[in-house]
């Protein structure tokens, strides 16, 4: 019994000393990059090729920007009708989303004021008919050693004031769009301009007052009545200080409502501020839009698209990150073949939807490293620095 357990710690430690003094194989080594130049090659089984991740370069996308806008009637065919003259609205001619023609009545007043226009434009009327009658009488009197050489004086000073008197009263009454015919108080509130009424504040036997407009409330300056060509609309638009070098006046402007999700307004931006709001540090612009089919309509809320194509120049978009610096010069990694990087030098333009524009360097197609470039330019510099 003794013998036999001797016999198996024998073979045990013999079993294990044969263990200990086997060598296992080392690991191989990893493949190593190399480098031609400007290029770094990567072996099909070297781990940094995972990673890194290539996109291919594009032709240039269309860019645009967004804004929101606020559409208002078009200033230059619309106006905003006060009255010059204090009254009480006797009748109200016309509604609104009627049509009228320049010069037509929008209501008609019963105004102290306008008759007192009225009588002092006859009564200057009359008073230089007097007075050209007295000059007249007095000069044949001079003439014929008469009548003093003052009296012919004074009737031509009460001759020249009566002129003056009657251009004043004449032009004050042609100010309201009235004449010397006759003498009634009845005002035509009418329409400088053609167009569709839009709005209207009056009704009949309403006290109005011709300095309403300058109260500080909305229910006093409100206009009358606007009338304007609805086919034709304004869009405002606030724009951030860091999109004016993107924007300028000619652009294509694409409009959406929410009241119309699927359907889109064509316009064009007309005008570009040249000023900054101090505060809020935003420039403020104004497109057109076509609205023959009058669906859009004045103070709605709408989004604004503004092509920026036309602004930029030819060339190709890549990300961003595809992109980096040394110094003042910019650099790509082109994927020649799989494991093959060039380094490329590139002429960029601007960024626009998370790329980058880049006009002189790269073709459509050529496949960039977007991620890992700086792992191949350590690559780089480490054995070029060798």
Known sequence: MKTTVCSLLLVSSALLAGCHGEKQPAAPPPPTPRVEGDKVILPANSPQIAMLTIAPAEPRRDSMLHFTGRL??????????????????????????????????????????YGQAQADARKAASDLALKERTLSRVQELFKNGAAAEKDLLSAKADQEAAVFENQRAAARLALYGGNTNFVDGLYHLITPLGGTVTERNVSPGQEIRSD?????????????????????????????????????????LIIRSNAYPDKTFEGRLEVVGDSLDPLTRIVKARGVVDNRQRLLKSEMYVTVEIDNTSAMAAGVGV?????????????????????????????????????????????????????????????LDSQQGQ
């Open 72 to 113: 208002a009637w078009d200033d230059n065919v619309t106006v905003r009708v006060f009255s010059p003259v204090a009254g009480r609205v006797r009748r109200v001619v016309v509604d609104i989303g009627q049509p009228v023609a320049k010069g037509a009545d929008l209501a008609l007043l019963d105004s102290p004021d």
């Open 212 to 252: 309403q407009m300058l109260a500080n409330a909305p229910e006093y300056f409100a206009p009358h009545f606007v009338v304007t060509d609805p086919a034709k609309m304004w869009v405002r638009l606030d724009m951030p200080e860091s999109a004016i070098s993107k924007i300028k006046a000619g652009q294509k």
């Open 319 to 379: 990300p961003s990150k595809a992109v980096f610096a040394l110094g003042d010069k910019y650099f790509v990694f082109v994927e020649e073949a799989p494991g093959r990087y060039a380094k490329r030098p590139v002429t960029v333009g601007e960024e626009y939807d998370g790329r980058v524009l880049v006009t002189q360097g790269l073709a459509p197609g050529h496949r960039v490293v977007t991620e890992g470039c700086l792992l191949l330019q350590n690559i």
